[in-house]
């Protein structure tokens, strides 16, 4: 019964830490949605044939020109590594973001068209 009681307990810390983690400001919010939406515009339509699902993460910041600028990506295929750089890079973002110091990560996923 203690074991059950201990083990309740560290899934309820747990679960409130992940909350508490995973809020963010409104405006931040927005816009981690507005450069999710632009990479998912630009990154339609790949160059090259897909047969099976990649998934890479982007870490992107902006420069004061409001362009984006790829800092990393984290994939193992180098051909969709170059494809999401050449795509993204110094690609105008549509709307104004104040806060330019920031770097976003953005989870890729490419699939197979059916």
């Not at 515009?41 to 910041?61: G, H, Q, S």
């Amino acid at each position: 019964m203690r074991q059950l009681k201990t083990l309740v307990l560290v899934v309820a810390i747990t679960f409130s830490s992940v909350l508490m983690a995973s809020t963010t400001p409104e405006d931040r919010k927005t816009e981690s949605a507005v450069i999710t939406e632009q990479i998912g515009k630009l990154l339609k339509n790949p160059n090259f044939l897909v047969d099976k699902e990649i998934i890479a993460n982007v870490k992107v910041t902006l420069n004061k020109n409001n362009e984006m600028v790829v800092l990393s990506v984290d994939s193992d295929d180098t051909q969709v590594a170059n494809f999401i750089k050449s795509r993204l890079n110094y690609k105008k973002v549509a709307t104004s973001i104040e806060s330019l110091e920031h770097t976003f990560i953005v989870p890729i996923r490419v699939t197979p068209q059916e």
